[in-house]
């Protein structure tokens, strides 16, 4: 090692480095610990908000154009085919696309370059005792390092968080399926684009010049890879832009997929003392939201901030409680087949269509903006209310009075599952 080090960071991805980058700018003295030689070629986060872009300027991360795509916002399809929505990004700022890999090369070599961080690759890190941290490098001998500070970037598995706190596996409530496609125009460049009506959502979004990826929802099934083509080709083409679905079923045809799945895991355990977690070591939601890459970021420059992991822990629950709320929303409200959320799915359409305050109060809450429940509150009672007077006062649906009250503790029904813990009900 360069020098005696203060703080062990296990894990070298987006979060684990970022992690690293703010302690050493905070003054200390930084180990990275990372057990493979490469960057990850598995599908994960690419989509950065706008807090999150801000989150790597801060930390010196250059963002080169050649790499790091700029990105409006997102662009909502219904599925009744009427005019798409537009929800910019807050303040007009931008967001940013990136190959998950060169992310994490670029966050690498930053780290390594930097006087006060210690880069180890090949690092598998056996055990964390106390405040040792004893790992191997490549089948060598063990090496003992004792700091003051350990914290896991190691995602979803977390070595780290296992040693610190039992909790079961996260469930897996859905799985992603992705491809690549060379070529194709997006229906507005710039923007990410969601595609409602299949048993799942449909995010598209560009990554350079020449390359768009798709990702694709899929429910829990006992579907096979082999059959997704026609499965896609049955359930979700017919949604999508023709510019979309031709390069899509090609790109199945010749199984260059990749998958992933979509487990939810709370944010409300970040560590205790000298152990910290940053990113999805500390929890995840579903990826529709897109906001892992931005919250792991923000809990990296946060954590650097304080000694006190037990405070960080606090304020980063209630920083994200309200995305996860919404995130558990936006899953159920675009795969759930049912009437009432058919409605009120309708009713959020209308609303963000009629409302640019509405529009933009989403945006803030998708970016993971908002710290508090009121906003998302206002946001559900809005579209709840709209569907209630579609119900009770339009007789857009010829309803009698006993199937408007019916509707109306539906809707209820909803509003409570909503106040609810976002970890329940999730798939419901």
Same mark, same amino acid.
């Given at each position: 090692?360069?020098? +005696?080090?203060? *703080? @062990? /960071?296990?894990?070298?991805?987006?979060? %684990?480095?970022? =992690?690293? &980058?703010?302690?050493?700018?905070? $003054?200390?003295?930084?180990?990275?610990?990372?057990?493979?030689?490469?960057?990850?070629?598995?599908?994960?986060?690419?989509?950065?908000? +706008?807090?999150? *872009? @801000? /989150?790597?300027?801060?930390?010196?991360? %250059?963002?080169? =154009?050649? &790499?790091?795509?700029?990105?409006? $916002?997102?662009?909502?399809?219904?599925?009744?085919?009427?005019?798409?929505?537009?929800?910019?990004?807050?303040?007009?700022?931008?967001?940013?696309?990136?190959?998950?890999?060169?992310?994490?090369?670029?966050?690498?070599?930053? =780290?390594?370059?930097?006087?006060?961080?210690?880069?180890?690759?090949?690092?598998?890190?056996?055990?964390?005792?106390?405040?040792?941290?004893?790992?191997?490098?490549?089948?060598?001998?063990?090496?003992?390092?004792?700091?003051?500070?350990?914290?896991?970037?190691?995602?979803?598995?977390?070595?780290?968080?296992?040693?610190?706190?039992?909790?079961?596996?996260?469930?897996?409530?859905?799985?992603?399926?992705?491809?690549?496609?060379?070529?194709?125009?997006?229906?507005?460049?710039?923007?990410?684009?969601?595609?409602?009506?299949?048993?799942?959502?449909?995010?598209?979004?560009?990554?350079?010049?020449?390359?768009?990826?798709?990702?694709?929802?899929?429910?829990?099934?006992?579907?096979?890879?082999?059959?997704?083509?026609?499965?896609?080709?049955?359930?979700?083409?017919?949604?999508?832009?023709?510019?979309?679905?031709?390069?899509?079923?090609?790109?199945?045809?010749?199984?260059?997929?990749?998958?992933?799945?979509?487990?939810?895991?709370?944010?409300?355990?970040?560590?205790?003392?000298?152990?910290?977690?940053?990113?999805?070591?500390?929890?995840?939601?579903?990826?529709?939201?897109?906001?892992?890459?931005?919250?792991?970021?923000?809990?990296?420059?946060?954590?650097?901030?304080?000694?006190?992991?037990?405070?960080?822990?606090?304020?980063?629950?209630?920083?994200?409680?309200?995305?996860?709320?919404?995130?558990?929303?936006?899953?159920?409200?675009?795969?759930?087949?049912?009437?009432?959320?058919?409605?009120?799915?309708?009713?959020?359409?209308?609303?963000?269509?009629?409302?640019?305050?509405?529009?933009?109060?989403?945006?803030?809450?998708?970016?993971?903006?908002?710290?508090?429940?009121?906003?998302?509150?206002?946001?559900?009672?809005?579209?709840?209310?709209?569907?209630?007077?579609?119900?009770?006062?339009?007789?857009?649906?010829?309803?009698?009075?006993?199937?408007?009250?019916?509707?109306?503790?539906?809707?209820?029904?909803?509003?409570?599952?909503?106040?609810?813990?976002?970890?329940?009900?999730?798939?419901?």
């Amino acid at each position: 090692m360069k020098t +005696p080090c203060d *703080v @062990a /960071v296990i894990g070298a991805g987006p979060a %684990g480095c970022a =992690a690293a &980058l703010a302690h050493a700018r905070a $003054g200390h003295r930084v180990l990275l610990l990372e057990a493979s030689r490469r960057p990850p070629t598995r599908l994960a986060g690419e989509w950065i908000h +706008p807090d999150g *872009v @801000a /989150v790597l300027r801060r930390l010196g991360v %250059g963002m080169p =154009a050649s &790499l790091f795509l700029p990105a409006l $916002g997102f662009v909502v399809h219904p599925e009744d085919s009427s005019p798409p929505i537009t929800l910019a990004c807050p303040r007009g700022e931008r967001a940013a696309t990136v190959r998950h890999c060169e992310l994490v090369a670029t966050l690498r070599a930053v =780290a390594a370059a930097h006087p006060a961080i210690t880069l180890t690759l090949g690092a598998r890190v056996t055990s964390v005792r106390h405040t040792t941290v004893v790992y191997t490098r490549e089948g060598g001998p063990e090496r003992h390092v004792r700091v003051r500070r350990i914290i896991g970037g190691d995602g979803q598995s977390s070595m780290v968080r296992r040693t610190i706190h039992s909790a079961g596996p996260a469930p897996t409530v859905s799985r992603t399926a992705s491809v690549l496609l060379h070529g194709p125009a997006l229906p507005e460049e710039g923007y990410g684009h969601v595609f409602a009506g299949g048993p799942g959502a449909v995010l598209a979004y560009r990554l350079d010049d020449d390359t768009v990826r798709v990702t694709i929802d899929i429910p829990l099934s006992p579907l096979r890879s082999t059959d997704l083509r026609s499965y896609v080709q049955r359930v979700y083409s017919r949604f999508l832009p023709g510019t979309l679905a031709g390069p899509l079923s090609t790109a199945l045809e010749r199984k260059t997929v990749q998958w992933a799945a979509n487990r939810v895991r709370l944010r409300t355990f970040h560590g205790r003392g000298p152990y910290a977690l940053v990113g999805d070591a500390v929890g995840t939601c579903h990826p529709l939201t897109a906001s892992g890459l931005t919250i792991g970021l923000r809990d990296a420059e946060c954590l650097a901030r304080t000694e006190d992991v037990a405070a960080h822990g606090r304020r980063r629950r209630a920083a994200v409680r309200a995305h996860e709320h919404l995130a558990a929303a936006m899953h159920r409200i675009f795969c759930d087949p049912g009437r009432t959320t058919g409605d009120l799915r309708r009713s959020m359409y209308a609303v963000l269509r009629a409302s640019g305050i509405e529009r933009e109060r989403m945006m803030r809450l998708l970016c993971a903006e908002e710290l508090g429940p009121l906003p998302l509150t206002g946001a559900v009672l809005h579209v709840a209310g709209h569907a209630l007077r579609e119900q009770l006062v339009t007789g857009r649906c010829r309803t009698t009075w006993r199937t408007s009250v019916r509707a109306c503790g539906d809707y209820l029904s909803w509003l409570r599952w909503m106040s609810r813990s976002p970890g329940h009900g999730w798939g419901g």
